[in-house]
Structure formats: C-alpha cells, structure tokens
C-alpha cells in the first residue's frame, strides 16, 4: 500500500508554480482554498476571499510587486507562513500569508509579490 503526501504539503513542482500579476488581478472576489495540517497530519482548508489587489509600480531590475488582501474566517487564524493555496480554474500555487487585521467580518491576511517581468 502507497501512502500519499497530505495535500496540505509543498513540493517542489508547486513552489516553481507563479502566480502571475495579470491572474492574480483578475482574483477580486474570488475564493481560494489554503490548505493546512494539524498535529494529528490531517488536512484542513480554509477558504479565503480576495479583497484587494494592489499593483506597485516596476521596480528596475525589471520586478513587478503587487499584493493581494484577503479575508477569512474568525477561526482558526492561519499562522504567518507559506501555504499550498488551490483557485478553481488557475489550480494550486505556494503563497506566503501573514495576518494583519481581525474584524467581526473575520481575518484579514496580505500576500506580497515580487517576479521578474
């Protein structure tokens, strides 16, 4: 018997996967899923609504940064670190998030990118 990797784990075709400027501008609204484990190494999702993309100007060097907000639910706050993150039609991409805000609403978390134009 074969036992699978819990899909919360990273590999390392996923962190060589990009989320690019022009997806992550279309993202508004949407919903991704970041996947994470517990002590026990069972799966959990938590699923997460864009709520701002922000475009920063070129950089030099040729670097595009831009950012996306998201908000989550009031529980469990998702610790600052990188997460397996799955969108319906783009598929599954690393994202590091970090939380900045809680609100009646839920938590909000920021990502921050940077990639070569």
């Known amino acids: ?42 799966t959990h999702v938590a699923p997460l609504r864009v709520t701002a993309f922000k475009e920063r100007s070129e950089v030099g060097n040729g670097m ?9 639910p009031s529980a469990p706050r998702l610790p600052d670190q990188s997460y397996r993150a799955r969108h319906a039609e783009l598929g599954e991409f690393v994202i590091f998030i ?11 978390y920021a990502a921050n990118f940077s990639h070569a134009a």
């Open 98 to 108: 970090a939380a900045f805000a809680q609100s009646p609403e839920g938590i909000a």
């Open 1 to 42: 018997m074969t036992l699978s990797a819990p899909t919360y784990l990273i590999d390392d075709a996923l962190w060589a996967r990009t989320l690019t400027q022009a997806q992550a501008s279309q993202l508004l609204d949407q919903s991704l899923d970041f996947f994470y484990g517990d002590q026990h190494g069972q």
């Open 64 to 72: 595009q940064q831009f950012s996306l907000e998201f908000l989550g």
